[in-house]
């Protein structure tokens, strides 16, 4: 059961749903002057509520995993709160080697890791961006340092993302925002709901109109990412029962083990050869059948051919 409030980006998201009077606790209206002091920096029971509702449908109210529930482990992101710093574990969770395991099996239990009971797990909530005052947060963002049990300030919404998305296990998803192409001077903010809500690439643009509407119908199942990525991130289907990208077309990256994850450094422009030609056997094709009339070319439909609009010397 949960029992904290928005949080993660649930963040700066209480600023921008801010703007409403918050009639200050323990302020006494005088006799004669009914009418109590505003307080601004605080957030109103409405804008509480509203943030929480946004919350409840996000990822971060859905953080815990039975594989990973030792306070020392990935609690120190995926529930704050819930994380010890200074447990036995602490130091052995930062090692990679402590987490080998044969693939499918299994995390080992660090020892000296305590799990923590999903009852108890407190997610990612208000008071981990937003300092409790009383029954309501303060408006202004913070980010909670568990291991100085205090809150730190941050500069921008991107800096208290960066906090948990930058860095780890090969996210480096600020870091790629700054270097977008195709959405330059952008924030996190201006995609991502601040309460942490989802967010799709078709939220914004419509694949059936406009330049590669025909190739975008042709491309219904791989991610808008996979094409426009401009960090050369590899490439695959994900056949992942479990994954929200199940048999999609996507771009990876290592987190203990290789996981489907959207690229966030973009670009217009679609190198075409990254899933039709990868340039040898040893690289098989994410595609096995390319839409080419030329037998000469692409005998049957095959891939594993050079064509002549992709020169030999360009690589993926």
Same mark, same amino acid.
């Given at each position: 059961?949960?029992?904290? /409030?928005?949080?993660?980006?649930?963040?700066?998201? *209480?600023?921008?749903?801010?703007?409403?009077?918050?009639? $200050?606790?323990?302020?006494?209206?005088?006799?004669?002057?009914?009418?109590?002091?505003? %307080?601004?920096? /605080?957030?109103?029971?409405l804008q509480v509520a509203e943030a929480?509702?946004?919350?409840?449908?996000?990822?971060?109210?859905?953080?815990?995993?039975?594989?990973?529930?030792? %306070?020392?482990? @990935?609690?120190?992101?995926?529930?704050?709160? =819930?994380?010890?710093?200074?447990?036995?574990?602490?130091?052995? !969770?930062? =090692?990679?080697?402590?987490?080998?395991?044969?693939?499918?099996?299994?995390?080992?239990? *660090?020892?000296?890791?305590? !799990?923590?009971?999903?009852?108890?797990?407190?997610?990612?909530?208000?008071?981990? +961006?937003?300092?409790?005052?009383?029954d309501t947060f303060r408006v202004e963002?913070?980010?909670?340092?568990?291991?100085? $049990?205090?809150?730190?300030?941050?500069?921008?919404?991107? %800096?208290?993302?960066?906090?948990?998305?930058?860095?780890?296990?090969?996210? #480096?998803?600020? #870091?790629?925002?700054?270097?977008?192409?195709?959405?330059?001077?952008?924030?996190? *903010?201006?995609?991502?709901?601040?309460?942490?809500?989802?967010? !799709?690439?078709?939220? &914004?643009?419509?694949?059936?109109?406009?330049?590669?509407?025909? #190739?975008?119908?042709?491309?219904?199942?791989?991610? &808008?990412?996979?094409?426009h990525d401009a960090g050369n991130l590899?490439?695959?289907?994900?056949?992942? !029962?479990?994954?929200?990208?199940? %048999?999609?077309?996507?771009?990876?990256?290592? $987190?203990?083990?290789?996981?489907?994850?959207?690229?966030? =450094? *973009?670009?217009?422009?679609?190198? @075409?050869?990254?899933?039709?030609?990868?340039?040898?056997?040893?690289?098989?094709?994410?595609?096995?059948?390319?839409? +080419?009339?030329?037998? =000469?070319?692409?005998?049957?439909?095959?891939?594993?051919?050079?064509?002549?609009?992709?020169?030999?010397?360009?690589?993926?």
């Amino acid at each position: 059961m949960r029992t904290s /409030l928005p949080h993660f980006l649930v963040i700066i998201g *209480l600023s921008a749903v801010a703007g409403g009077l918050f009639w $200050a606790a323990g302020i006494q209206a005088q006799e004669g002057s009914p009418t109590p002091v505003p %307080d601004d920096t /605080l957030a109103t029971p409405l804008q509480v509520a509203e943030a929480m509702a946004a919350w409840e449908t996000s990822e971060h109210a859905s953080t815990f995993d039975d594989g990973m529930g030792a %306070d020392t482990t @990935c609690a120190r992101c995926k529930s704050p709160m =819930n994380w010890d710093p200074s447990g036995l574990a602490a130091e052995a !969770a930062m =090692n990679c080697s402590s987490c080998k395991r044969i693939p499918g099996q299994p995390r080992p239990v *660090l020892m000296g890791g305590e !799990a923590v009971s999903e009852e108890d797990w407190r997610h990612i909530g208000c008071e981990v +961006c937003h300092e409790p005052v009383g029954d309501t947060f303060r408006v202004e963002a913070a980010f909670w340092n568990q291991s100085l $049990a205090n809150y730190e300030p941050v500069e921008s919404p991107d %800096d208290l993302c960066a906090h948990c998305h930058e860095g780890s296990h090969g996210f #480096e998803v600020t #870091e790629e925002v700054r270097k977008d192409d195709a959405h330059p001077g952008w924030s996190c *903010l201006d995609c991502h709901d601040p309460h942490g809500g989802s967010v !799709a690439c078709t939220d &914004c643009h419509d694949a059936t109109t406009g330049p590669g509407a025909e #190739e975008h119908l042709t491309h219904t199942d791989v991610h &808008c990412t996979a094409c426009h990525d401009a960090g050369n991130l590899g490439l695959w289907r994900d056949y992942d !029962a479990g994954s929200q990208y199940e %048999d999609v077309v996507i771009t990876r990256r290592f $987190a203990h083990t290789l996981t489907s994850w959207p690229s966030h =450094n *973009l670009q217009t422009e679609v190198a @075409c050869q990254r899933c039709h030609h990868p340039g040898s056997i040893e690289r098989p094709a994410l595609a096995q059948t390319v839409s +080419c009339g030329n037998e =000469n070319c692409h005998p049957s439909g095959a891939v594993l051919y050079w064509c002549m609009l992709f020169p030999r010397d360009v690589q993926p």
